[in-house]
């Protein structure tokens, strides 16, 4: 997470958690603690407040109530005593200005004094029917004070007082105001009805502490609300029994109301506290707005909240700035380093700097001025490679494992008849279409082979005929699967058919006067008894000569027919073992004319092979005649037999001049000579070696020499053992009754 | 058949055919030679040899394999059963192959052979009655 940030978030993060944190922790401290202080001398004042208040309240209630009292205890009073009462009655209510009116009644209900307004009022009633008039009926002897009334606008309480005659009572002790109230109903003679004006208490209750913005309210036992600084809002009496303080109060009304924070009749937050009034059964509640309470405290967390926001916004523009200087270098290092690596090396990184970002820049100036160097040096290699692969012969081409063109050079472009930008990508069948004896083929270039004489039609409609060596690559890491390399020997083909042609012709021409020339010679030799010895001798001689020339041309044709793969086999059950030991004596001659020892080492008779009597025959021929002629006076030839594992091997020895290592290369190709040798014998034309190797294999056996020079050489061959389900195989298409020799075939069928 | 195979030789080389005749001749072979198709064509109805030998190589516009053909499917001339051996100097190429192994009996390089191999040749062929050689 860390990680990945940028570096100017780092700092800015860094900055922030040494200057922003502590900040904000001192702030939060200091304003909790002066919040708690600020609550606690809240909770003290309201305390007071409540406490006092409700003193006050009590202590103004109460006096009213005892100069009730006192004035009901009155004889003149007690006695209803009319003319001294209304003196007596109406100099007490102008005493006291709250007092808005007074009646006497007996205890009939009859009114016997009524002051209204400090004046004796002369209208008159009976109160029998007034709530007040229960003090005299239900006997209760107590003083009753009424629920406080709105009727006249302002608040209105009043105080009913029943009469009772001390005359009666005849008990002494009894001095005390409470004492003298509780006596019985029949002392009682009657009633005196006292209004109170409350609007004066109510404002010396209400009007709360000056110079705080704290208030106070009045509510019964039932939590209506009695008494309110707004005297329009108590004049409804509204129900407050589900307000914090007051649902408090009604809980337990008789005890004091320590502060709590609750909510105010206005839904307010408020700190509130209340007094219960004794008599009466209300409580004087006061209270304080939370938000007055906490106006410092909320100001300076104001003060520290902008505080606050100031630093950091300060923080973020210092961080900022740091950070851009910290991180200068490094962009343009970050730039420098793009525009390298898309290829501008020409780039200098410029990092005023000395430290270590400015070491790092010039580090990187080193690095692209050699990989610079380093790319050109590639670039001329490249250049190299290219003049060197374009001006290749062959068609090389590289693929991937798709077969896809991956690279070609010129030759493979020209082979294409194409760029080789445009078979770049191609798919090398699509490109290259070969066949191969006439059928589609394609080539693998998943493995290492030589496809040899590929034909392709080039888009030109000439037909090329190509050598294909698919090379494998291991592991390339640019994918290349394989190299393909494609050798046209269409010319060479070209030429070499010319030559076979040529050669083919040529043989033919030569054999017709050599037809005619061993056809006289024979039909000389016919009539030998009219000749001398010796012009008998020069006519074998000749006719020697011509049947080595005829050996040659046939063996010419026979070159012609093996590159054609026309050379065809006729097989035979053959004694070998038979075949060689006559082969032997033909040789002998010659052998013993040059001094040379011709032996043989084998079985005389039954070693059966399949074979072609007369190509196999002219093998065995041409090897001893070739040893023999490599083989100096005195020398030695060894052939012999040996029967194997299912195949007869042949060798044939001899200790003559031997065969050069590049020699032995070159041994079995055409028309290759091995230098040296006495000049005779028949195999000068070098094409014998390559005939027999041609014969060996159509008998699929295997020829091979060991030579070393001066020494002597070993050629030897294999051929099958006859077997007879491999012989029907082989004779299978052979026609039956075939005559076969040398120079003529007959089939002797019934037509 | 009695007695010797008549023979017909179809060569255009004078030599060569001079060669044959006296061997055959010497022996006694009944032999006529010819030196083109349209002979050979015209001699063979009343002629009717046991054995022709018949060049390739022959001048004019049919060829001996043209030759070889129409004696073969040509009932006029009645030579279905008649032997004939090919006489060439060229090497065995596909279509010469092809023909002789369909339609001749035989085939002869001529420089491979001795003139007197002519009688192996003949004599390979299983004649009611051959005749004794040499």
Same mark, same amino acid.
């Given at each position: 997470?860390?990680? %990945? ?15 922003? @944190? ?24 309201? =305390? ?15 006096? !009213? ?109 009894? =001095? ?12 009682? =003679? ?5 209004? *109170? ?5 109510? &404002?010396?209750? #209400? ?101 606050? #926001? ?7 523009? @210092? ?21 390298? %690596? ?8 410029? @990092? ?31 250049? !190299? ?57 394609? +080539? ?55 030559? #076979? ?50 050996? #040659? ?34 040789? !002998? ?137 491999? *012989? ?14 040398? &120079?003529? +075939? ?6 | ?12 080389? $004078?030599?060569?055919? /001079?060669?044959?005749?006296? $061997? ?10 010819? /030196?083109? $198709? ?69 085939? $002869? ?16 062929? /299983? ?8």
């Amino acid at each position: 997470m860390w990680l %990945s940030l940028d570096i100017r978030t780092k700092v800015f993060l860094l900055f922030s958690l040494i200057s922003l @944190v502590p900040l904000l922790i001192i702030s939060i401290i200091l304003v909790r603690s002066l919040h708690t202080e600020l609550e606690t001398a809240a909770v003290n004042r309201q =305390t007071i407040l409540a406490k006092s208040s409700g003193q006050r309240f009590n202590d103004l209630l109460e006096t !009213k109530i005892n100069s009730v009292i006192t004035q009901s205890q009155d004889t003149d009073i007690i006695n209803l005593d009319g003319d001294k009462a209304k003196v007596k009655l109406l100099q007490y209510v102008n005493q006291d200005s709250d007092i808005l009116g007074l009646t006497l009644a007996d205890n009939t209900g009859r009114v016997k004094v009524a002051i209204r307004n400090s004046q004796i009022s002369l209208e008159l009633g009976n109160l029998r029917s007034t709530e007040a008039f229960k003090v005299v009926t239900q006997r209760s002897n107590e003083v009753s004070i009424g629920e406080i009334s709105y009727d006249s606008g302002n608040p209105t309480m009043q105080v009913v007082v029943p009469l009772i005659s001390f005359g009666k009572l005849g008990d002494k002790n009894l =001095t005390s105001t409470e004492a003298v109230v509780r006596r019985f109903g029949s002392d009682i =003679t009657g009633l005196m009805v006292v209004e *109170y004006s409350l609007s004066n208490i109510w &404002g010396s209750i #209400l009007r709360g502490a000056p110079g705080t913005s704290g208030s106070s309210y009045i509510v019964n036992a039932a939590g209506k609300l009695i008494a309110h600084p707004d005297s329009g809002r108590a004049k409804s009496n509204p129900d407050l029994k589900n307000v914090g303080q007051v649902a408090k109060f009604l809980d337990s009304p008789k005890a004091f109301g320590v502060p709590t924070f609750t909510q105010s009749p206005d839904n307010t937050e408020v700190l509130s506290a209340h007094y219960p009034i004794a008599r009466t059964g209300w409580a004087v509640i006061t209270q304080e707005p939370q938000a007055t309470i906490f106006a410092p405290s909320n100001k300076i967390a104001q003060l520290a909240t902008s505080v606050f #926001l100031l630093a950091t916004i300060a923080s973020i523009i @210092v961080s900022l700035l740091f950070s851009r200087n910290l991180t200068r270098p490094i962009l343009s290092l970050v730039a420098g380093t793009s525009r390298i %690596s898309e290829g501008d090396l020409d780039h200098q990184i410029q @990092v005023r700097s000395n430290d270590e970002i400015g070491v790092l820049a010039q580090r990187f100036n080193d690095m692209t001025s050699n990989l610079k160097q380093t790319i050109s040096k590639f670039r001329t290699e490249s250049t !190299k490679l290219n003049i060197v692969l374009n001006s290749v012969g062959e068609g090389i081409i590289a693929v991937d494992n798709e077969n896809r063109i991956v690279l070609a050079n010129m030759s493979a472009a020209v082979l294409a008849g194409k760029l080789p930008t445009d078979i770049n990508g191609q798919h090398f069948d699509e490109v290259f279409t070969l066949s191969k004896n006439n059928e589609p083929f394609k +080539i693998n270039p998943g493995s290492t082979e030589v496809y040899k004489d590929v034909a392709y039609i080039s888009p030109s409609k000439r037909i090329h005929y190509i050598d294909i060596f698919a090379n494998r690559v291991e592991d390339d890491p640019d994918g290349i699967e394989s190299i393909i390399t494609m050798r046209d020997q269409t010319d060479e083909r070209d030429l070499e058919l010319m030559k #076979l042609d040529f050669v083919s012709m040529a043989a033919h021409e030569l054999r017709t006067p050599i037809t005619a020339i061993r056809g006289y010679l024979g039909l000389i030799l016919e009539e030998k008894s009219l000749m001398s010895e010796k012009g008998c001798e020069s006519v074998e001689r000749a006719q020697s000569s011509t049947k080595q020339l005829v050996g #040659l041309v046939s063996n010419l044709l026979n070159v012609s027919k093996i590159e054609n793969g026309k050379l065809n086999m006729i097989f035979t059950k053959l004694d070998w073992a038979k075949a060689v030991s006559s082969a032997i004596g033909d040789h !002998k001659f010659t052998a013993d004319e040059n001094n040379i020892k011709l032996s043989y080492d084998g079985p005389e008779d039954n070693v059966w092979i399949m074979a072609d009597e007369i190509a196999i025959k002219e093998v065995i021929n041409n090897l001893i005649a070739n040893s023999i002629h490599y083989t100096a006076k005195d020398g030695a030839v060894v052939v012999s037999m040996i029967v194997q594992d299912n195949e007869v091997i042949t060798h044939v020895q001899d200790n003559g001049i031997g065969i050069s290592p590049y020699g032995m290369k070159h041994l079995f190709t055409k028309f290759y000579r091995v230098k040296g040798g006495i000049a005779s014998g028949s195999g000068g034309t070098g094409l014998g070696l390559y005939i027999s190797k041609s014969v060996v294999e159509l008998h699929n056996g295997r020829i091979w020499v060991e030579s070393e020079e001066g020494k002597g050489s070993d050629f030897a061959f294999s051929l099958p053992s006859y077997d007879e389900v491999q *012989y029907e195989k082989l004779t299978s298409k052979q026609v039956t009754g075939v005559n076969k020799r040398r &120079g003529w +075939i007959t089939k002797n069928t019934t037509r | 058949m009695a007695g010797l195979p008549k023979i017909l030789l179809v060569e255009d080389n $004078v030599q060569i055919a /001079d060669i044959y005749t006296q $061997v055959l001749s010497g022996k006694g072979y009944p032999l006529k030679v010819v /030196d083109t $198709v349209y002979k050979l064509l015209e001699l063979v109805p009343e002629y009717k040899p046991d054995i022709i030998f018949l060049d390739i190589m022959l001048p004019g516009d049919k060829s001996g394999l043209d030759a070889l053909k129409i004696l073969r499917n040509d009932p006029k001339y009645g030579t279905a059963k008649t032997r004939i051996v090919m006489l060439t100097n060229f090497g065995l190429n596909e279509e010469i192959e092809k023909l002789w192994e369909k339609y001749a009996d035989g085939y $002869v390089i001529k420089a491979e052979i001795d003139p007197h191999e002519l009688f192996d040749i003949i004599n390979s062929f /299983d004649f009611e009655k051959t005749a004794p050689v040499e």
